[in-house]
């Protein structure tokens, strides 16, 4: 499914862009099918916990962490 491909493309300590929070990292991976979520520390230091499925347009971003 898009959410496992998109899980599997994103291992913690991967970088991501979201088009409302920005950049962040991924912390850690959790759940199943549509039940798969990230969460993610972004660059206001706060750490979100997204559904994946609800999420399409989140994108794995190149290079280092930088804050």
Known sequence: ?????LA???PPGTRVRHPEFGVGVVLRLG??????RA???FEDL???TLLLEYTPDL???SGEESW
């Open 1 to 5: 499914s898009a959410t496992e491909d």
């Open 8 to 10: 599997s493309a994103m």
């Open 31 to 36: 759940g199943r099918g549509t039940n798969r």
């Open 39 to 41: 969460t993610i520390r």
């Open 46 to 48: 706060a750490g979100r």
């Open 59 to 61: 994108t794995v971003e």
